[in-house]
């Protein structure tokens, strides 16, 4: 090769090198649902990086609870610059690690829930609810669930936010008799895994009658697959709130590139993706509003949630009940 050649070719490889090593890269720790080829993942990483002259990398964690596990394990070492998953039932734990910053996101918010958190922010919210078979016989309430013979499929509370959810869920309805509840939706649950996917997996497949899911989650069948077998079972006692929310880690070098993502987060950028990919009611209206079909799902005559600290002060004894249910 000519030396002028050689040294051309050279100054392109060095010139290649210092524009990777310009790229600033942000990591967000996720679960697993969200970087399928079928959840908002693949994206929401196109629309950033579009504004951001960045590498964004999504990674997958298992379920929603395993996230703070992991980040719990890592500690200030965690190559994570942003959080995405949590709910508010692990905030306040979350909160305790000393492991987030505040973030500098002022955003238009549609919750039916005031938000003043200024480390967490939120990016969809829901209902959770046992979704089965349009046409079958459905019970009523979480009692008439566990009084029926109707078998279902639920997930971990110690990795999953919808297992979690479903022990603030029966917590906040029966209180003191939660307990009792449990013992007696024991023989309704057919298996326990330890994630949404799994469990939903199994719902389809037949295995089951219902799975904990969400209320939103008949929208998926009847946009995505023009499918209206199935639907969300509304119950008397009402339904467990879930606001997922995402969280700046304070060891990040990245500071302004995660505040930046933050402010994408609750954009319409971000936010029209929501609706028809986590298949959950946007933190932020999108300009062009939800799409049709969330028009028909049912909406819970009662609205239950906990506050982050409630939700921490009776983790420990709803997890206990369950256990002590589900080991008989």
């Given at each position: 090769?000519?030396?002028?050649?050689?040294?051309?070719?050279?100054?392109?490889?060095?010139?290649?090198?210092?524009?990777?090593?310009?790229?600033?890269?942000?990591?967000?720790?996720?679960?697993?649902?969200?970087?399928?080829?079928?959840?908002?993942?693949?994206?929401?990483?196109?629309?950033?990086?579009?504004?951001?002259?960045?590498?964004?990398?999504?990674?997958?964690?298992?379920?929603?609870?395993?996230?703070?596990?992991?980040?719990?394990?890592?500690?200030?070492?965690?190559?994570?610059?942003?959080?995405?998953?949590?709910?508010?039932?692990?905030?306040?734990?979350?909160?305790?690690?000393?492991?987030?910053?505040?973030?500098?996101?002022?955003?238009?918010?549609?919750?039916?829930?005031?938000?003043?958190?200024?480390?967490?922010?939120?990016?969809?919210?829901?209902?959770?609810?046992?979704?089965?078979?349009?046409?079958a016989q459905a019970p009523t309430s979480l009692r008439?669930?566990?009084?029926?013979?109707?078998?279902?499929?639920?997930?971990?509370?110690?990795?999953?936010?919808?297992?979690?959810?479903?022990?603030?869920?029966?917590?906040?309805?029966?209180?003191?008799?939660?307990?009792?509840?449990?013992?007696?939706?024991?023989?309704?649950?057919?298996?326990?895994?330890?994630?949404?996917?799994?469990?939903?997996?199994?719902?389809?497949?037949?295995?089951?009658?219902?799975?904990?899911?969400?209320?939103?989650?008949?929208?998926?069948?009847?946009?995505?697959?023009?499918?209206?077998?199935?639907?969300?079972?509304?119950?008397?006692?009402g339904h467990y709130m879930q606001v997922e929310v995402?969280?700046?880690?304070?060891?990040?070098?990245?500071?302004?590139?995660?505040?930046?993502?933050?402010?994408?987060?609750?954009?319409?950028?971000?936010?029209?993706?929501?609706?028809?990919?986590?298949?959950?009611?946007?933190?932020?209206?999108?300009?062009?509003?939800?799409?049709?079909?969330?028009?028909?799902?049912?909406?819970?005559?009662?609205?239950?949630?906990?506050?982050?600290?409630?939700?921490?002060?009776?983790?420990?004894?709803?997890?206990?009940?369950?256990?002590?249910?589900?080991?008989?």
């Amino acid at each position: 090769m000519p030396k002028t050649a050689y040294l051309t070719v050279v100054a392109g490889l060095c010139m290649a090198t210092t524009a990777t090593a310009e790229t600033p890269k942000l990591t967000v720790l996720t679960y697993d649902s969200f970087v399928t080829e079928w959840g908002p993942g693949p994206a929401v990483e196109a629309a950033f990086e579009e504004v951001c002259a960045c590498d964004l990398e999504f990674v997958g964690a298992g379920d929603g609870a395993a996230l703070l596990a992991r980040l719990q394990l890592e500690g200030p070492r965690t190559d994570a610059d942003i959080v995405l998953g949590l709910d508010t039932n692990l905030t306040a734990a979350a909160r305790e690690t000393g492991l987030f910053a505040p973030h500098s996101v002022e955003a238009d918010l549609a919750l039916p829930i005031a938000w003043t958190d200024t480390e967490f922010l939120p990016f969809d919210w829901g209902y959770f609810a046992f979704v089965g078979n349009a046409g079958a016989q459905a019970p009523t309430s979480l009692r008439a669930l566990a009084d029926s013979d109707v078998k279902v499929v639920i997930q971990d509370p110690r990795s999953s936010t919808p297992g979690l959810g479903l022990l603030m869920w029966v917590k906040a309805a029966y209180g003191d008799e939660a307990a009792g509840l449990w013992a007696d939706l024991a023989d309704n649950i057919v298996t326990v895994t330890p994630g949404w996917s799994e469990a939903y997996g199994l719902f389809l497949d037949g295995e089951a009658d219902a799975a904990l899911s969400y209320t939103t989650s008949p929208a998926y069948h009847l946009i995505a697959e023009e499918d209206a077998s199935k639907v969300a079972w509304a119950f008397d006692e009402g339904h467990y709130m879930q606001v997922e929310v995402a969280g700046k880690v304070a060891a990040t070098d990245v500071p302004e590139l995660a505040d930046q993502f933050l402010a994408f987060m609750v954009s319409d950028g971000f936010q029209s993706i929501i609706p028809t990919t986590n298949w959950m009611y946007p933190a932020a209206t999108p300009e062009g509003g939800l799409p049709d079909g969330f028009e028909t799902l049912i909406t819970p005559a009662t609205s239950l949630l906990k506050s982050p600290q409630e939700a921490q002060a009776v983790r420990d004894e709803a997890l206990a009940e369950w256990r002590e249910a589900l080991s008989q």
